[in-house]
């Protein structure tokens, strides 16, 4: 396993100007590579056709739309048995599909706002990731966190993991990062290293 540290941007020239900061300091750009991450909830797309990790918050929506789709549908009978003298079998048909469809938005709604919500820390922001391998860089990890806050680095994390072929090759984009640097980093981590304000 290699150390790796990677600092995440918000803008794309920011990252290449990282990479540049970071061979310009005599790191190989084989011991840096750079991802697009996406939003939350779009990661890893697999051949099953679903995400690679069910989006925090929302585990239990799909059995509150089948019971409130349920409820509604009861709802939607009654309502529309009432409306067939008017509008024929039509209306109970309509009240039917109205009030399961109601039903089942509500009460999927309703089990997502039960459901605990992942802290800011434990997703990551869609970002341009900058990540180098500190065994190899010739570098201290210090300097690094400090290069990538000084190009604007929202985050800087550590991790560990397998470098293959120039680049972090197991890095997980649903996994929370371990923050030691950047923008949204407490400044106690890293006091004697960081640049002053």
């Known amino acids: 396993m290699a150390k790796i ?3 995440g941007f918000d803008m794309l020239e920011h990252a290449q100007a990282a990479e540049q900061r970071l061979m310009q300091a005599g790191i190989s750009p084989e011991y840096i590579c750079k991802y697009r991450v996406n939003p939350a909830g779009e990661h890893h797309v697999i051949a099953t056709g679903g995400d690679h990790d069910a989006s925090p918050g929302a585990k239990h ?9 349920a409820i509604g549908a009861a709802v939607g009978i009654a309502v529309g048995a009432a409306a067939t003298p008017l509008l024929g079998p039509a209306g109970l048909a309509a009240g039917i599909g109205v009030g399961a ?3 089942s938005l509500v009460g999927g709604l309703r089990e997502i706002d039960n459901e605990p919500q992942p802290d800011h820390d434990d997703i990551r922001p869609a970002e341009t990731l900058v990540a180098v391998n500190v065994d190899a860089a010739g570098i201290d990890e210090a300097q690094i966190v400090r290069f990538l806050e000084e190009c604007g ?25 371990m923050l030691v640097g950047g923008r949204d980093f407490d400044a106690k981590r890293w006091p004697e290293d960081r640049p002053a304000a």
Not at 61 to 69: T, W
Not at 159 to 164: K, R, S, V, Y
């Open 5 to 7: 540290i990677a600092g």
């Open 153 to 177: 680095a929202r985050q800087v994390e550590r991790a560990e993991g397998q470098w293959l072929d120039g680049e972090w090759s197991d890095f997980d984009p649903t996994a929370p990062p």
């Open 101 to 103: 469809y109601t039903g």
């Open 61 to 69: 929506a799909h059995g509150g739309a089948v019971k409130g789709a």
